[in-house]
């Protein structure tokens, strides 16, 4: 079990926030993964600077981690401070913004902005992860990407200052956002410019039959991080794998699914982050070999690789 970290030279409130030796597995959504040397799960600004304050007085690296779906955590664990975003989730409404902390899922704040009586986001029902998450990756969907409906996003460097930048379409593209290759920065409010409505049953059932599409197509079988690889331009990650036959291919606990061939699984409860980690090497591989094409992953790598 985590424990407290205890030292009388700290303020109260990290006292509180800090704890040692956290399991992260339980974080990640393919459930694997070592420990965070430290944690923290801050739920408001004060706290979120009160801990980047801490670790940078302590020079301590910082890791962030969401909903854990695109990321795949070292079987070693993290170094430093993992800060993990699920308790900064309060919303509220300024007329057509609907404005969000991005550790809530973002499945949930498609339900609480149905409930507001804002629609748009609908489309992107039942994918994985957080709302930070999704916006770090510029998450799409049935030709809805959440870029479309982005207005502004702060965020706090980890200096401990907060920054608001005014969402430009141009600077999004597939999997991609102003933010995909920062390191320095933790997402902590987004704000989305949506339709108001009165017709929110039928918001509702939009949103659910999207939903309901991804369950029927597999996708919430077994514990997964979502697809692996980018699709190459002019192809498919998932028709390349299948196309080398490597559907239902295991290296240890690991397992590319028989759905879907861009996906990797952890079906039997067994896999290491290392025999995903391998399985990913062999795919690439494979592709590379027979198509001269090499994947890139879409997935993060956290910890001590």
């Given at each position: 079990?985590?424990?407290?970290?205890?030292?009388?030279?700290?303020?109260?409130?990290?006292d509180?926030?800090?704890?040692?030796?956290?399991?992260?597995?339980?974080?990640?959504?393919i459930?694997?993964?070592?420990?965070?040397?430290?944690?923290?799960?801050?739920s408001?600004?004060?706290?979120?600077?009160?801990?980047?304050?801490?670790?940078?007085?302590?020079?301590?690296?910082?890791?962030?981690?969401?909903?854990g779906?695109?990321?795949?955590?070292?079987?070693?664990?993290?170094?430093?401070?993992t800060?993990?975003?699920?308790?900064?989730?309060?919303?509220?409404?300024?007329?057509?913004?609907?404005?969000?902390?991005?550790?809530?899922?973002?499945?949930?704040?498609?339900?609480?902005?149905?409930?507001d009586g804002?629609?748009?986001?609908?489309?992107?029902?039942?994918?994985?992860?957080?709302?930070?998450?999704?916006?770090?990756?510029?998450?799409?969907?049935?030709?809805?990407?959440i870029?479309?409906l982005?207005?502004?996003?702060?965020?706090m460097?980890?200096?401990?200052k907060?920054h608001?930048?005014?969402?430009?379409?141009?600077?999004?593209?597939?999997?991609?956002?102003?933010?995909?290759?920062?390191?320095?920065?933790?997402?902590?409010?987004?704000?989305f410019?949506?339709?108001?409505?009165?017709?929110?049953?039928?918001?509702?059932?939009?949103?659910?039959?999207v939903?309901?599409?991804?369950?029927?197509?597999?996708?919430?079988?077994?514990?997964?991080?979502g697809?692996i690889f980018?699709?190459?331009?002019?192809?498919?990650?998932?028709?390349?794998?299948?196309?080398?036959?490597?559907?239902?291919?295991?290296i240890?606990?690991?397992?590319?699914?028989?759905r879907?061939a861009?996906?990797?699984?952890?079906?039997?409860?067994?896999?290491?982050?290392?025999?995903?980690?391998?399985?990913?090497?062999?795919?690439?591989?494979e592709?590379?070999?027979?198509?001269?094409?090499?994947?890139?992953?879409?997935?993060?790598?956290?910890?001590?690789?």
């Amino acid at each position: 079990m985590p424990t407290n970290v205890r030292n009388s030279g700290e303020k109260i409130n990290l006292d509180q926030l800090l704890l040692k030796q956290v399991p992260l597995a339980q974080y990640s959504s393919i459930h694997t993964g070592g420990v965070a040397d430290l944690a923290a799960y801050p739920s408001d600004f004060e706290e979120l600077r009160e801990l980047l304050d801490y670790a940078r007085e302590n020079k301590l690296p910082i890791t962030v981690l969401g909903g854990g779906t695109n990321s795949l955590i070292s079987d070693e664990g993290i170094e430093g401070l993992t800060i993990i975003t699920s308790h900064l989730k309060r919303r509220h409404v300024q007329g057509e913004m609907f404005c969000v902390r991005c550790g809530l899922g973002l499945d949930r704040a498609i339900d609480l902005a149905i409930e507001d009586g804002l629609t748009g986001l609908e489309l992107l029902g039942g994918l994985p992860g957080t709302v930070g998450g999704a916006i770090h990756g510029n998450s799409s969907a049935h030709g809805t990407s959440i870029s479309d409906l982005l207005y502004y996003v702060d965020y706090m460097t980890f200096d401990g200052k907060l920054h608001r930048k005014q969402i430009h379409l141009d600077e999004f593209s597939y999997r991609r956002s102003p933010f995909t290759d920062r390191h320095d920065i933790i997402l902590y409010e987004a704000g989305f410019r949506l339709y108001p409505t009165t017709q929110t049953s039928e918001a509702r059932k939009k949103k659910d039959e999207v939903k309901h599409r991804r369950k029927t197509n597999g996708q919430y079988d077994n514990p997964s991080i979502g697809s692996i690889f980018v699709n190459p331009e002019g192809y498919k990650a998932g028709a390349l794998i299948e196309q080398c036959n490597l559907k239902g291919y295991s290296i240890g606990g690991a397992q590319i699914s028989h759905r879907h061939a861009n996906m990797i699984i952890n079906s039997n409860a067994k896999a290491t982050s290392s025999d995903i980690k391998a399985l990913i090497e062999h795919v690439r591989q494979e592709v590379q070999q027979q198509f001269q094409i090499t994947l890139a992953e879409e997935i993060q790598y956290l910890g001590r690789w």
